[in-house]
Nanobody
Framework: QVQLVESGGGLVQAGGSLRLSCAAS????????MAWYRQAPGKQRELVAT???????NYADSVKDRFTITRDNTKNTVSLQMNSLKPEDTSVYYC????????????WGQGTQVTVSS
């Protein structure tokens, strides 16, 4: 069974930084795209950043130039470095990955809370 486990959330003041990490475990033969999403209370889940197996990245306009997504294909991990955090970045952050196990599937982590105080 494949699992994604996030870590690194917490409380930070506006202007500060946090680094989120997500590790995939289980029977994994390959991982294609990996991504971070977030969902604030009362809002829809939104895409924050994506990264392909080859390292190509895309970002939501709201986080461009502040957040950086990276991955380690040898460790099956994806990270999100978040700088210059704003109160509007407050959300539960979820990692997501397309993984080949018994077949291809899209998996989600359980989420980690990020709270940015003003």
């Amino acid at each position: 069974q494949v699992q994604l486990v996030e870590s690194g959330g917490g409380l930070v003041q506006a202007g500060g930084s946090l680094r989120l990490s997500c590790a995939a475990s289980g029977v994994i033969f390959s991982i294609n795209a990996m991504a971070w999403y977030r969902q604030a209370p009362g809002k829809q889940r939104e895409l924050v950043a994506t990264i392909t197996r080859g390292g190509s990245t895309n970002y939501a306009d709201s986080v461009k130039d502040r957040f950086t997504i990276t991955r380690d294909n040898t460790k099956n991990t994806v990270s999100l470095q978040m700088n210059s955090l704003k109160p509007e970045d407050t959300s539960v952050y979820y990692c997501n990955a397309d993984i080949l196990s018994s077949g291809w599937g899209r998996y989600w982590g359980q989420g980690t809370q990020v709270t940015v105080s003003s």
